[in-house]
Structures are given as structure tokens and as C-alpha cells.
């Protein structure tokens, strides 16, 4: 698997190795500077509901590694 996986729903990058959170730059690149969150960190109920099935799954995959 990538290290980074874009979860397009949620308009971030998941760095699979960390389980830390990127924000998604408008030209699809990364901004590894602002907004870096650890999946664990994420509090917010509303992130969560609008992943994408696809997105969830990927979520679930690497909450269970």
C-alpha cells in the first residue's frame, strides 16, 4: 500500500504509516505544514460521517493494523 492515500471525500492525505492527516491543497497537492491531525485526534463527527465508503474503508483498514 502508499504511504500517502489521498481520501478524497474528506479532502485530505493520509500518510498510512503514521496515521497522521494532511490537508488537501486546491491543485491536489499536500500542505504538510497546517492542519496536521493524528486519526486519533479527530474529534469531529462531521469529518467522519463524509467519508466515502471507499475512504471509510481505508479509515477502518488502518485503525485495525
Known sequence: MKRYIKLNSVGCYLDYKT???FPML???GMDKDNCVFHLD???NKEWFQNLS???LKI???YKSL
Open 59 to 61: 479509515i477502518k483498514s
Open 53 to 55: 465508503k471507499k475512504d
Open 26 to 28: 486546491i491543485n491536489g
Open 19 to 21: 496515521g497522521y492527516t
Open 41 to 43: 485526534d479527530i474529534t
